[in-house]
Each structure stands twice: as C-alpha cells, then as structure tokens.
C-alpha cells in the first residue's frame, strides 16, 4: 500500500508560479512511476506529468511542456511539480498518482492516488 499526500496548491495569477508537493508513504519501494493528473469541473482527468522513481526519464503533456517541470527525491519520498507561466486554463484540482507496475498516462491505470490539491489561476 502506497499513500500520497499533496499539498501547495492555492490561488495566483495569470503568470505566476506555483510548486506542487506529494508526500509518499508506505510501500514506496514498490513504486515504478509516479504521474500528475488534474481535473477541472464537468473535465475527465488528465494526464499532465510523470517520472520513473528509479530514474529520471520525464514525459509531459503537450499543454504544459516547457511551463511545467516534474522532479522528485527519493530519499525524502517527495514529489514535485514546479507550474511557472500559469494560465487561467490551468485552473483544476491536481492529484499525485502512483503505479507499481505502470509506465504510461493513462490515470486508469493509475493504482494509488492522493487526495488532491486545488489550483486557481485569475485572468
């Protein structure tokens, strides 16, 4: 059993910057990838990043690539996601995902989530 606890989502403005942080427990030896996942009312969810825990290999969806960036570390079983460059179409509830066995973007595949964190960005 993995548990993940996000946090540092809030309200900002169009432009500004804010960092995401997901705090694992439990099992996290078991865990394979790690992902980011949003969803905005009336919206399905998401995909928005991920990263192998083991290495370092990152993917981004085409919506955030070059804005976001996804990190972690694991000896503090934390995970990041630095939004710079926010737009009001950002604005949705991001959730921490994780996998032991899964290596794609599809959150359905996703086993163990966090109860996400609200982000708001004003125009």
């Known amino acids: 059993q993995v548990m993940l606890v996000e946090s540092g989502g809030g309200l900002v403005q169009a432009g500004g910057s804010l960092r995401l942080s997901c705090a694992a427990s439990?099992?996290?030896?078991?865990?394979?990838?790690m992902g980011w996942f949003r969803q905005a009312p009336g919206r399905e969810r998401e995909f928005v990043a991920r990263i192998r825990w083991s290495g370092s290999s990152t993917y981004y969806a085409d919506s955030v690539k070059g804005r976001f960036t996804i990190s972690k570390d694991n000896a503090k079983r934390m995970l990041y996601l630095q939004m710079n460059s926010l737009k009001p179409e950002d604005t949705a509830a991001y959730y921490c995902?994780?996998?032991?066995?899964?290596?794609?973007?599809?959150?359905?595949?996703?086993?163990?989530w966090g109860q996400g964190t609200q982000v708001t960005v004003s125009s």
């Open positions: 439990g099992r996290t030896s078991s865990i394979y990838t």
């Open positions: 995902a994780a996998d032991p066995h899964y290596t794609g973007s599809d959150h359905w595949r996703f086993e163990y």
